[in-house]
């Protein structure tokens, strides 16, 4: 059974740096999708940024472009996500989740959708992200 546990949250200053991980057990990452979600307040869950493993291939919200890089350490099977240039709108308990390659085509596979979410495979239970004076 895949089981993903997120770490490396914290409370940082606005233009401060965090780096999330998202450390898989129990399974190979090589043919899953791994998202990061984000659900501030509220606010319901959105997504932030989704790399496919099986391709390479990642999607980001506009949000997160140029700021939050997702990346795959493989010998670690690990998902991490480095976040730069937080502000406080960043704050938020920041999930990742776990999806099957193969569960849409590739160019959908990390496109955020309702559709995504019934196709979740595994949850983390969250890492609190705080960014604020």
């Known amino acids: 059974q895949l089981q993903l546990v997120e770490s490396g949250g914290g409370q940082v200053q606005p233009g401060g740096s965090l780096r999330l991980s998202c450390a898989a057990s129990g399974s190979a990452l090589d043919h899953y999708a791994i998202g990061w979600f984000r659900q501030a307040p509220g606010r319901n869950r959105e997504g932030v940024s989704c790399i496919n493993n099986q391709d390479g291939k990642i999607y980001s919200k506009e949000f997160a472009k140029g700021r939050f890089t997702i990346s795959t350490d493989n010998a670690k099977n690990t998902v991490w996500l480095e976040m730069n240039s937080l502000k406080p709108e960043d704050t938020a308990i920041y999930y990742c989740?776990?999806?099957?390659?193969?569960?849409?085509?590739?160019?959908?596979?990390?496109?955020?959708?309702?559709?995504?979410?019934?196709?979740?495979?595994?949850w983390g239970e969250g890492t609190q992200v705080t960014v604020s004076t």
């Open positions: 989740a776990a999806l099957p390659a193969g569960w849409a085509p590739p160019r959908a596979v990390c496109y955020f959708s309702s559709l995504m979410y019934d196709n979740i495979q595994t």
